[in-house]
Structure formats: C-alpha cells, structure tokens
C-alpha cells in the first residue's frame, strides 16, 4: 500500500460491500469486486452505482473477477452469514498474505471461523451501521444517513483512506465489546422487523412492550458477554433512527431469500445459555421466524 492509495477486494459487493467499494474506487483506489461470474461481467462493464442523499448520486469503474488472484491490502468480507462458507473459496488463504481481512457480517460466530481460514493477526473484526440495499448488480441505494464503521484495530492508513473516502470510522479496543454493541441493536431490530414485516418506526410504536422485553433481555446477555450497553442506550437508538428504515434480514425475507437468523437470533440464544440468562421473548421470536409460515414472503 502507498501513502496514497492502496488495493481493496470487495468479497460480496451488495449493499454493504457496494458502498464501501464505490466510495474508495471514487476516492483514487484500486478496488477488486469478487463475485459469481454474471455478476463480476456486469461490474467489469458498468462499474458501480450509488444512489444516496449523503454522497450523492455516482457512478464510478471497478475491476471484478470470480476469484482474488493478487494480494491486495485489504479484502472487506461483506457476504451474508448465510453464504460465507461457499464465498471463501474467492479468497484463498494463500493469496491473502500480509493483506488485511475485515469482516462485516451481523452476528459473533464469523469472526473465529475466518480466523480459521487465514492469519488470524490479519484478520480485524469490524462491525457498521448502515442501511445500504443492492437493488440490482452494481447499482446499490444507500438510505440512511448514517454509514459507521467500527473496527477493533489501530489500522491508520486504512482508517485515514475510508475517512477520506466518506466513511465513519470509530477505532475500538474492545473486540467482544464492540460485536455486541452491534448486536444489542441489531438482533431486537431485526428480529422484531422480520416478524412483523414492519419498519423500525412501527415497531418502537406499535410494538414497544415487545421490544422494551426483548431488549431487556438482549442487553442483559451482552453486558455478560463485556459490553457495557444499556436497554435504555438502545432504546434510545431505536428512537432516533428514520422510521421507515428496514433490517438486512426483513429485505431479505420480502425477498424470499434465506435470512441470518443463526448468525444474529442464535447468536444471543447461545450466549444467553452460556450465561445463565433467560430470554423467552427473543427465543419465541427465534423459533416463530424458524416457522416457514412465518417467514415466507408476503404475497
């Protein structure tokens, strides 16, 4: 990497991983989009496009390939729980090197499992808040104002070229702390709006006692997992977030895809049970979206 740009793979360029690519290959960056052929075709051909109000609208060229076959210094892992086995095999251990693996899955799990895969001292855990959706191959739509990355790293260059490049970055010391952080916030958001195929201002609304209980419970397994968070502190997020934004999990199940419940609901179940701690209200979520009836799409 120079003191200028560096090289970064994009391992999933969805909504996530779109933003994130199109923000450094728009900032000078050499930037690599790793997906299924049909899909790498249409970005070595058309690149990728934003819609956002915060950084407007661009459109800006990428490489693309079905398989990383340089290092680069960087590679962001921004597939889904759900299809992480099958897209490593883009990314082989022996091209990685002295490159930089971040992960930005929901849930805990994914981090040991890559650390299986490749170096573990090069591979930094890193969670974000964003609500990015790819509506098309290479065309994403980035709707809330907000795009905030943490990682559990000093990793200066990088951290300087994302800011550069627009996107909020916040340098954590606390590994664990900083997955559950996330997933204090994610798993009642996601959950809740799974199951009641409703956006966020619905559920703090109509569906507040619900999510007053399952946030109890959540928190209460994070701050034994070494999170410092509060029911109160994610209520309070809850509140301030726009009301028509939707979880990752919701789309996809609109869209009839299989949804992380494992990796995000299972999670919290598996750690509360580490921990002692009941959690009937998340459980019963858990298994009504395990219920096929439940978690069909919407006609």
């Given at each position: 990497m120079t003191s200028t740009t560096m090289t970064v793979a994009i391992l999933g360029p969805g909504g996530v991983g779109g933003l994130i690519g199109a923000l450094l290959a728009r900032d000078g960056h050499r930037v690599i989009c790793?997906?299924?052929?049909?899909?790498?075709?249409?970005?070595?051909?058309?690149?990728?496009?934003?819609?956002?109000e915060r950084y407007g609208d661009f459109a800006?060229?990428?490489?693309?390939?079905t398989v990383l076959r340089e290092p680069a210094d960087v590679t962001f892992v921004t597939v889904k729980q759900t299809s992480l086995a099958a897209a490593l095999d883009r990314v082989p251990p022996q091209v990685v090197g002295d490159g930089v693996v971040i992960p930005l899955l929901n849930g805990i799990d994914h981090v040991a499992a890559l650390r299986r895969e490749?170096?573990?001292?090069?591979?930094v855990a890193g969670t974000i808040r964003v609500e990015a959706a790819r509506t098309s191959p290479?065309?994403?739509?980035?709707?809330s104002p907000f795009n905030a990355l943490d990682l559990a790293a000093p990793l200066d260059g990088i951290v300087s070229h994302l800011r550069r490049a627009g996107v909020d970055v916040n340098l954590r010391t606390d590994e664990s702390a900083m997955l559950w952080d996330k997933l204090s916030f994610l798993a009642p958001f996601a959950l809740l709006t799974t199951r009641h195929r409703a956006p966020v201002g619905v559920i703090r609304g109509e569906r507040r006692s619900e999510l007053l209980a399952v946030l109890d419970e959540i928190t209460a397994v994070a701050r034994a997992a070494g999170a410092p968070v509060t029911a109160e502190s994610v209520l309070s997020f809850f509140d301030r977030v726009p009301a028509t934004m939707k979880s990752s999990m919701q789309r996809d199940a609109e869209n009839g895809r299989p949804i992380e419940l494992d990796a995000i609901?299972?999670?919290v179940l598996r750690a509360a049970a580490a921990h002692g701690i009941d959690a009937p209200a998340t459980a019963r979520l858990v298994a009504e979206l395990d219920s096929p009836a439940v978690a069909e799409p919407r006609p």
């Open positions: 790793l997906a299924g052929e049909e899909t790498a075709a249409v970005l070595r051909r058309d690149g990728l496009s934003v819609r956002s800006t060229p990428v490489e693309a390939d490749y170096p573990a001292a090069r591979v290479g065309h994403i739509t980035h709707t609901g299972g999670a």
